[in-house]
């Protein structure tokens, strides 16, 4: 099989799963990825009528055919395109539909992937990262392009080699650029599904719906009025006028000299 490599440029698509910048250590499955065998991975949903997108695919059958042009049973899968169920695109329908494990329901696959193909992209190789300022592609911060952000992705496709039900072609990144910005893609259960309808009606004693003030703070003074003063019972108390007032043995100010009134 003769080794031939082509490159392009992806569509703009949204980035909607894996990470480019952290190698995979485990499999679907949960079971570890022998370290030699450790790769990024990623994939951009691209609109099915994006402009450029049979382009792509154009090389991708291209490299493909180049590889396979000698093995009659691999080209006959590489000629139904992505209708193949032997041969490896490493691109999948994004409206294509699923039992839900637990329950049976049928959902979509991709949960973003609605109207898209699906393109997924991997490599050993460190992936760069960049963005354009103006017209120019500068590079930047792998911590600015998020899940949910749209992108465009300089790749090299090529034959994989395989000749059983595993054939396929390679889809190798080699830059992720940031063209744009969508809502950004968290990992988990969204809000609605870990807190549902609320709490329902049921209030525990104390609870109210609006914020209280604190139990400790007093109340204010009416206008003009005086504020609270402190209480001074069992301290002593200012003589007679004329009289010398209470003072400390010793030089010491006062007991009550140091006195904080509430809220001082």
């Known amino acids: 099989m003769s080794r031939h490599t082509e490159y392009g440029s992806s569509p703009v698509g949204r980035f909607i799963s894996g990470d480019p910048w952290i190698k995979q250590t485990t499999d679907q499955n ?7 065998k450790q790769s990024f991975w ?17 090389l991708m059958f291209k490299a493909a055919q180049a590889g396979y042009g000698q093995a009659p049973h691999i080209m006959a899968q590489i000629n139904m395109g992505l209708a193949a169920t032997a041969f490896s695109w490493k691109i999948a329908d994004g409206d294509e539909m699923r039992a839900n494990p637990t329950t049976g329901a049928q959902e979509p696959r991709w949960k973003h992937g609605k109207g898209c193909w699906v393109v997924k992209f991997s490599t050993t190789l460190q992936i760069a990262s960049a963005k354009y300022q103006g017209a120019v592609p500068t590079y930047c911060d792998p ?25 396929g072609v390679y889809l190798n990144p080699q830059t992720v650029c940031l063209v744009g910005f969508g809502a ?13 309808a609320g709490p329902g009606a049921y209030m525990p004693a104390g609870m109210t719906r609006t914020p209280q003030l604190p139990s400790a703070a007093p109340a204010p003074a009416p206008s003009g009025m005086p504020g609270p003063q402190p209480q001074t019972s069992g301290m002593p108390t200012p003589a007679a006028s004329g009289m010398p007032t209470a003072t400390g043995s010793a030089g010491n100010p006062p007991a009550y000299a140091g006195y904080m009134t509430p809220g001082a």
């Open 143 to 167: 911590s600015e392009i998020k899940r949910g952000y749209y992108v465009t992705v300089p790749f090299s496709t090529s034959a994989n080699g395989n000749m059983d039900h595993t054939a």
């Open 30 to 36: 949960n079971r570890p990825i022998p370290e030699d």
């Open 184 to 196: 950004e893609i968290v990992g988990g259960p969204s809000l609605e599904q870990q807190l549902g």
């Open 42 to 58: 990623f994939a951009v949903a691209i609109e099915k009528n994006a402009p450029g997108m049979n382009e792509m695919l154009g």
